[in-house]
């Protein structure tokens, strides 16, 4: 018991549990786990249940809170020292964990060289820190994992729980929230993902030839940022005899002021002649700026209804009308990772706020402006020296001798 061991290891110190709120934290951890280790190895730990406090014998305490659902817990354990702080369901966590763990958290282990514990399992959410951790991409952290069937006490029960499970749907073992909570590996359920993007279906290697008589438009996206969230331009393609969007470039820039973003927009509008340029323009300011000075032809993105247009954006990906090109992996790398947030506690469901969502709203500025869907048919196009049309002329010829000769024999 990580609480318990670094009570009993460093006496008289404060040890620290976190989970997203304080009645969280009681229902997981105080009766079920804490009050059990107490009974069970004698521990003589002294309950405090206003305080929600265990107290060791050596002078340790160890305290139960929550932090996430109300940042103001924040305030109240900064300036504490403590031998070891342990944060609980750190995969779901809404509040920035990277901050509050190098900036707030680690200051108060440094008296005694402490240790910060996070805990959880995989989840739909593939950002922050934990995701970063248990991935080995954030350096310096010691990574553990393990499942029921390393519990000798959970092993047997686990899988008769999962045989069981299969036994009903044999497919189960492909389905991410299984794959998330029985096996323990970061997948995303599909129906989590706020674009439905599929490499099989919606990728393509390099743009399809176009009929010799098509024409070619183009789109460009801009979704304006500066940092932490940056600047983001997405170039889209559509043809008069082709039903497909296809998205062909993605860019992201940090730290660019409208002058300088200006130079970035005007050598792909040198590229893609005669380009639309969609911008987002909730800082009017900004883009009539970018217009008049900058002499650059923006159009504002529409910008009401975006959850309804997602959905018709995502029948367009499903339908395989909206391809991607390899320059265009930016958008795409958006696309695999932005999920929902379900919102709860009386807030609406919004895309992921810890998740990049710069590409894909400039994409969909773009989708949302090109008339694809407006296609027509394209004109046969004919050889003549084919077959088919050297068979047609000879027939033709025989119907203007027989007429010929009709007309002779009347006279």
Known sequence: MLLADAA????????????KTRDTAKRILWKDCLSVVNRRFDLNLKANMVELSMTHPNGSV????????NPDELEKLLGQKYSRV????AQSWKQDLKDLVYNKLKPAVADYRGQIVLL?????????????????????????????FDNPYMSEQWQAEIEDLKARNPNIVHDPGFRQNYLGEWTIEREALVYRFDRELNALPEMPAKHQKDEEFYVIGIDLGYFPDPSAVVVASYRRFDSNLYFIEAHKW???????????????????KHAKLIVDAANKQAVEEMKQRYALPLEAAEK????????????????GTVKTLPAADLLV??????????????????????????????????????????????????????EEKVNEFWEREAERASRTKAQADEW
């Open 333 to 386: 790398q958006e696309w695999d990772v932005l999920t929902w947030d379900e919102g709860g506690m009386g807030r609406k469901r919004q895309e992921n706020p810890n998740l990049a969502n710069h590409c894909a709203d400039a994409a969909l500025y773009a989708w949302r402006w090109a008339y694809n869907y407006a296609f027509t048919t394209a004109p046969k196009e004919i050889n003549i020296h084919s």
């Open 62 to 69: 160890i305290y139960l809170s929550g932090a996430d659902a």
């Open 120 to 148: 959880g399992t995989p989840s739909n959410n593939r950002s922050g820190l934990f995701f970063q951790i248990t991935t080995g991409l954030e350096p310096g952290w010691s990574v553990c994992t393990w499942s029921a």
């Open 254 to 272: 940090e730290k660019l002021t409208l002058g300088d973003l200006a130079e970035r927009v005007r050598p792909l509008m040198a590229k893609y």
């Open 304 to 319: 009401h209804g975006k959850e309804g247009y997602i959905a018709l954006m995502n029948a367009d990906l499903a339908s």
């Open 86 to 89: 342990v944060i609980d369901e």
């Open 8 to 19: 009993e290891k460093y006496p008289g110190s404060s040890v620290l549990y976190l989970a």
